[in-house]
């Protein structure tokens, strides 16, 4: 099976006890496989007194926020005490995600992970991807063979414009766009469709003439759609405070925060990078879900909103004089943790259709921050 992934897939490494936001403390549940739970099972040591089923399904119990399996230095014990081996696949794996096509299959990590995230900032405007081999067996889900080709054509130009010459804003209106655009097409020629976007999207001065044919905005309009759509944000539910907290003080200094962004901008020239990065990370890892019938618009309009929102959160800290690259990181970590890494995402893939204030009009506005 042929391996596609970023160059620096490979290198990642959990980094344990040395996280400052270690995924074992994150009050998830913490599910196991079947052949996890019944090995521990034999091993008749206790290890099954912190699990509970449910609907065939294991979950590990959290014990004050925390796998009960942690050790007083943040490090599992099952591992140290049995063997990488006996560990469940999401710990095995987290925060690496996969998607198989046959004998093509996709690879990456998440931003949810701070290490996750630290690699791909540092990949700013030069995230590469690489193909290995791997002994696997073909995957046999059916998929549709030419709308994957035209899928992955069309998000190798998104993933090209978003590393290219345009304005963040200029290139968050332009995924809002495509999204726009992919919403015509009939599934049965839905590989035609992405075809000719893709042939569009790559001619960057017809992009930019697409954009800027939106018009602009007043500030009092950019300001009206901030404020909607931070609204919505904050009626989402959420684990731990960090996020929510960040939203209040965002909606009480929204004023404040959009007359920094040129200050900012100049102060930290290569924080508009690290968020293209963010952006191409989440083009990569959701776009190819349009071949099996997800729909383009939701993704890329969360996309948009993604990297909106940590600019904000970016602006802030910048006024604050705490804007660094590890709070960057954070920022990052915690809205991807919060909102990718929840049904929040589910809900925004459907609220986007229903709720006015994240309609199209709205994320375009707030992409001129």
């Known amino acids: 099976m042929k391996v596609h992934a970023p160059s620096f897939f490979k290198d990642f490494r959990c980094t344990g006890s040395a996280c400052g936001d270690n995924c074992c403390r994150m009050g998830w549940d913490i599910e196991i496989d079947d052949d996890t739970y019944n090995y521990y099972k034999s ?5 099954c007194e912190h699990i509970t089923s449910e609907d065939g399904e294991h979950y590990i119990k959290q014990e004050n926020g925390q796998c009960p399996f942690l050790n007083e230095k943040g490090l599992c014990s099952v591992l140290l005490e049995h063997g990488a081996e006996s560990i469940s696949e999401i710990c095995d794996q987290h925060p690496r995600f996969y998607q198989w096509f046959g004998g093509y299959k996709e690879a990456g990590t998440g931003l949810c ?3 996750s995230a630290r690699q791909w900032l540092e990949s700013a405007g030069n995230v590469r991807f690489c193909e290995f081999d791997t002994d696997e067996e073909d995957d046999d889900l059916k998929f549709d063979v030419e709308l994957l080709g035209a899928v992955i054509k069309a998000r190798e130009v998104l993933i090209g414009l978003l590393q290219g010459g345009l304005s963040l804003s200029q290139k968050m209106k332009a995924l809002l766009i495509f999204g726009l655009n992919a919403q015509e097409f009939e599934y049965d020629d839905a590989a035609n469709g992405f075809e000719a976007l893709a042939g569009e999207f790559a001619d960057c001065e017809r992009v930019a003439a697409l954009v800027n ?3 602009a905005p007043s500030r009092d309009d950019i300001v009206s759609a901030c404020r909607q759509v931070l609204d919505y944000l904050a009626g989402l539910d959420y684990m731990k405070q960090m996020l929510p907290d960040a939203i209040e003080q965002i909606r009480g200094r929204l004023g404040e925060i959009i007359g920094a ?3 900012f901008d100049e102060a930290f020239p290569e924080a508009e990078g690290q968020l293209c990065a963010v952006a191409v990370y989440n083009v990569y890892r959701y776009f190819t879900e349009c071949a099996r019938g997800g729909e383009a618009l939701p993704r890329l309009a969360m996309c948009a909103l993604n990297v909106w929102f940590i600019r904000l959160w970016d602006i802030m800290m910048f006024v604050d004089g705490k804007f660094t690259f590890t709070a960057q990181i954070a920022a990052v970590k915690e809205f ?5 890494y929840s049904d929040n995402v589910d809900a925004f893939y459907e609220d986007v259709y229903t709720d006015g204030r994240l309609c199209a009009d709205n994320l ?3 992409a001129e921050v």
């Open 364 to 366: 375009a506005k707030i």
């Open 43 to 47: 091993l008749d040591c206790g290890l």
């Open 261 to 263: 962004a040129k200050g």
């Open 113 to 115: 992970c701070e290490e």
């Open 336 to 340: 991807s943790k919060e909102v990718e």
């Open 213 to 215: 044919g939106l018009g």
